[in-house]
């Protein structure tokens, strides 16, 4: 195979690269948007998980946006914004977990499917993966590539550890008293054995 060869799949493979940067960045805008929307338009309340996986996502959003506009090597950036996506990811993980064993209990997202944490999950996964692939498919050797992903992962997981541990603990379950805006700790009467408030 010529040299000319490689060059050519190394600039295809590159074009890849940039076209997953440029559509990443826009998933990340929209999902920022999204997260917004609860807020501003659904008028649902974050609680401090959720701070935490929109920060991340405002992160990634800034970080591509600006390095896009000044020319960045598009797999350096997506590599660069792999661990605030991992670590947002991390923490909408734990915060569906929290859901899903009871400790929790969350408002619907936008348009009734699934609650917001389980659309922040989704939405991070899909952000997550798509800097991955801007990453390997950036004209980066994959022996190369592989080294920085597991680096930028293990990053990212720690970002997670540290936003979870850092937490403000949840308050005591207590009779709702308004709407169901914000994720709580469900509430039981003294009568009733774990009942979930009705949201």
């Known amino acids: 195979m010529s040299t000319e060869d490689n060059a050519g799949r190394g600039g295809h493979a590159a074009a890849g690269g940039a076209v997953l940067t440029w ?17 501003v338009g659904m008028g649902l309340k974050a609680c401090p998980l959720c701070f935490y996986q929109r920060t991340f996502v405002f992160a990634v959003f800034g970080v591509m946006l600006v390095g ?3 020319g960045t090597p598009r797999s350096g950036l997506s590599l660069l914004c792999l661990p605030l996506a991992v670590g947002g990811l991390g923490v909408a993980g734990f915060h569906v977990f929290l ?13 009734g499917v699934g609650t917001a944490p389980q659309q922040s999950l989704a939405a991070l996964a899909v ?21 920085a992903l597991a680096g930028t992962v293990l990053l990212g997981a ?25 994720c709580r ?15």
């Open 158 to 182: 720690l970002f997670a550890v540290a936003a979870i541990i850092s937490a403000p603990p949840l308050p005591a379950p207590k009779p709702p008293t308004g709407p169901f805006d914000m």
């Open 23 to 39: 559509f990443a960045c826009l998933f990340a805008l929209a999902t920022a948007a999204g997260s917004v929307y609860l807020s």
């Open 127 to 147: 952000l997550t993966v798509l800097l991955g692939l801007a990453v390997v498919t950036g004209g980066t050797e994959m022996r190369d590539a592989l080294p």
């Open 68 to 70: 896009l506009l000044v």
């Open 99 to 111: 859901e899903l064993n009871g400790t929790l209990e969350c408002p619907k997202g936008i348009l």
């Open 185 to 199: 700790p469900p509430y039981s009467s003294p009568g009733q054995l774990n009942a979930p408030a009705s949201p």
